[in-house]
């Protein structure tokens, strides 16, 4: 099916794991980000990417690895996760600088 | 990236016109106005944008004021569905390849409540 997909939808992983949570988009857009929304914070962006290879920090990068092999995939790797890190974690993507982005359903993380 | 001011929360009856302002006040003259929302648990969805013009689509109406320090995303007959947060967001267009300035920075947005 076209569109973006994240997964998994819900994940509960323990302190001190690596996690990776995986975005897939099957429109060839350019860009792709993660976004973190927690209450209190709204969305905030964790990191982008303008094309394959090509990643860059947003808001609230420290604690997060991302990359991008391929066009179509953007995960987001939490190297040793920690309880700050829950949240739900949206993947956007869009095709180029004046378009729309379009976001996938997100994934709900619980550390504990 | 100009910030914009949002009501924290606007209720309207269903079936009537939800307006929604936003003021960006420090607009610069190539930054575009988006508004997306956010239905409860969902992934953000896109409405409508625009540069100085006013704007229409299926979904929306978005007017904005000549000298663009302010717009009003037009909701023309809200239905319950329509409940969600509204985010009205200022972003460059054509921003250098790898650049930051494009990226969409969410405020913390308008909850409209529609009502039976």
């Known amino acids: 099916d076209a569109g973006i997909t994240q997964s998994p939808r819900y994940k509960i992983t323990e302190t001190g794991r690596q996690v990776t949570l995986m975005c897939h988009q099957t429109w060839s857009h350019s860009y792709m980000f993660w976004y973190r929304q927690d209450l209190g914070h709204g969305l905030r962006l964790i990191y982008y990417s303008a094309a394959a290879d090509i990643t860059d920090k947003g808001e609230v990068p420290d604690g997060y690895v991302v990359s991008r092999s391929k066009t179509e995939n953007f995960p987001l790797t939490l190297e040793s996760a920690t309880r700050s890190q829950t949240s739900v974690y949206f993947c956007a993507s869009r095709s180029g600088t004046n378009t729309e982005a379009f976001f996938g359903q997100g994934t709900r993380l619980t550390v504990v | 990236d100009a910030k914009t001011t949002q009501p924290t929360s606007m209720d309207c009856a269903e079936g009537r016109a939800a307006n929604l302002p936003c003021n960006h006040s420090?607009?610069?003259?190539?930054?575009?106005v988006y508004w997306y929302r956010q239905i409860h648990s969902q992934g953000p969805q896109y409405i409508i944008h625009g540069l100085k013009n006013n704007e229409t689509n299926e979904m929306a109406s978005l007017i904005i004021t000549e000298d663009r320090k302010s717009s009003t995303l037009i909701l023309p007959h809200a239905t319950l569905r329509d409940t969600a947060v509204y985010y009205c967001i200022v972003r460059v267009a054509g921003e250098e390849y790898g650049g930051s300035q494009g990226n969409l920075i969410f405020g913390k947005g308008t909850k409209l409540s529609v009502k039976p």
């Open positions: 420090t607009i610069s003259g190539n930054e575009y």
